[in-house]
């Protein structure tokens, strides 16, 4: 694909600097590199572009050989979320671990050595923290990525998470605005729609994002979903109303007061693509008020982003977006790169907190069962069988982060045994056979049940009842968001599924300290 005839080198450079797009591979590609030089700033990095910080610190030194001033970015909210430690489950639990703490001096030293890591990788943007008020419990997408269900505990670990992390010298892109926590649809795969009026959207949604601006969060990242009440027809991402009248507009004037970088989420998400497709998408996006145009989560090659520089292009020569909006976008991206290039500097001097993961997640964990909730346990001396109840992975989360604790058990007791069940495997067999086949499996071994999200899924709940029927011994242990009544002899809420959170887990039901 070729420049348009008549697009003039600094038009075609601003197109290029509001793109962060991805690629495949854990090298930079010759075109990324060309690009970079043409004008590029941005690059996104997924889990297939990480194999190790020493490799993913010379992948970005790569980069920063063709443009010194880069802004390399990461989906790692820890947790659940994570792009660094996708191969082996995070070392950080999630927000909803740190809501449950509620200690907001541990969340900044949390997201602190989260940022640290990422910076020493050369990582200096990070498309997080999830600043979503989880209020529908049977949300498919939020669930533990938020810190909790209150409009002010949301806020206030919000606000500590963004410092932490920009005091490491990495800059925080608060998501999802206008909030994404009162969904009931994945805006991975359909539009959703949020039908609360202004003043509910105001009282609940906008309080963590005010919280992070005040906080001196570089970015915020658009969501893609319609709220009537604020733009009957367009999704966030694409919403003057949403993005300049509200994001943008000064407080006097019933807006937020934003200055910093407006990221929009990927645009290859159906909530965009099989509605506007993705190049009118983000011609409208950068009409709309946002400045920098996330894709490469599915479409990660060089023909994508030639046609959205393109479609950028087109538009402001055919009149239909502002040459000045597109250079006022380009601008502030240029501007957070330089600023990450001073932070990165300053930050240098960060010290290692390698164990605090960890003692987060085992502060997080809510214990109950036996005669004063666990403190009479007697501890599993024996190698257990772990069975996992698994659910669909949400694609913010993945399928090939592993998740669990039969590894982190098998580390305590050697010997442990293990088996899963998913949805489709769960119906095909019928919940008596289910529970059959585990019972046989475990012989006389105690039982481990492990779920995630059981009050979102029927099957879940069907199995974990047959067995605990046939075997009041059985562990509990849940694993996402903790809205059942608790179940077992002994039942442990981890409030996340990171590998931290595992062990803390299993150091309870064993009785032993894990190393870090």
Not at 77 to 100: K, Q
Not at 133 to 161: K, Y
Not at 282 to 302: F, H, K, P, R, T
Not at 459 to 484: F, H, K, N, Y
């Amino acid at each position: 694909m070729t420049i348009l005839t008549g697009a003039t080198d600094t038009l075609t450079r601003n197109a290029l600097a509001v793109l962060q797009p991805g690629f495949t591979g854990t090298t930079a590609p010759g075109w990324l590199l060309r690009r970079l030089d043409e004008g590029l700033v941005s690059v996104g990095l997924f889990g297939r572009n990480i194999a190790s910080p020493e490799q993913l610190a010379a992948l970005t030194g790569e980069l920063r050989r063709v443009r010194s001033e880069v802004l390399v970015a990461v989906d790692e909210e820890g947790g659940d979320v994570t792009r660094l430690e996708a191969r082996t489950g995070s070392s950080f639990p999630g927000n909803l671990a740190l809501g449950a703490v509620d200690d907001t001096a541990l969340t900044r030293a949390v997201a602190r050595e989260l940022g640290r890591r990422l910076a020493e990788c050369g990582v200096n943007l990070n498309w997080a923290p999830s600043a979503d008020v989880n209020s529908n419990p049977d949300n498919p997408v939020i669930g533990v990525r938020a810190f909790g269900a209150a409009p002010d505990l949301v806020a206030r670990h919000t606000a500590a998470w963004v410092t932490g992390l920009q005091s490491a010298g990495v800059a925080a892109c608060t998501k999802h605005f206008p909030g994404h926590g009162d969904t009931a649809v994945d805006s991975h795969h359909a539009l959703p729609r949020i039908d609360a009026d202004l003043d509910t959207l105001h009282a609940r949604e906008l309080v963590p994002f005010r919280a992070a601006i005040a906080a001196g969060s570089k970015c915020v990242m658009s969501a893609h979903i319609l709220l009537p009440a604020l733009d009957p027809a367009l999704p966030g991402t694409l919403s003057p109303a949403a993005l300049t009248g509200l994001l943008r507009a000064p407080a006097g004037e019933g807006g937020l007061g934003f200055e910093g970088l407006i990221v929009t989420d990927g645009m290859e998400m159906r909530a965009i693509a099989a509605t506007h497709g993705i190049e009118r998408g983000s011609v409208l996006a950068i009409a709309a008020g946002a400045d920098a145009i996330c894709v490469g989560g599915g479409l990660a090659d060089e023909d994508t982003v030639l046609r959205l520089r393109d479609a950028l292009v087109r538009a402001v020569t055919e009149g239909e977006l502002a040459e000045e909006r597109l250079a006022d976008a380009a601008d502030r991206v240029r501007a957070l790169a330089r600023w990450t290039a001073r932070a990165a500097a300053g930050a240098r001097a960060v010290p290692p907190d390698p164990g605090v993961g960890l003692a987060a997640a085992r502060r997080a964990l809510r214990i109950t069962g036996g005669a004063d909730d666990g403190a009479d346990w007697v501890p599993v001396t024996e190698p257990p069988y772990v069975v996992s109840l698994a659910p669909v992975a949400n694609i913010a989360v993945g399928d090939e982060t592993p998740w669990g604790l039969a590894g982190e058990l098998a580390e305590l007791l050697p010997g442990t045994a293990a088996g899963s069940w998913d949805r489709d495997r769960a119906a095909a067999a019928g919940t008596d056979a289910l529970a059959a086949r585990v019972l046989a499996d475990a012989a006389d071994r105690r039982i481990v049940v492990v779920v995630r999200d059981v009050h979102r899924h029927p099957w879940m709940a069907d199995a974990l009842r047959a067995l605990i029927a046939a075997r009041p011994e059985t562990v509990v242990v849940e694993m996402g968001l903790p809205q059942a009544p608790p179940s077992g002899a002994l039942h442990i809420a981890t409030h996340g599924a990171a590998r931290v959170c595992g062990r803390a887990a299993a150091e309870v039901i064993t009785g032993r300290k894990a190393g870090g």
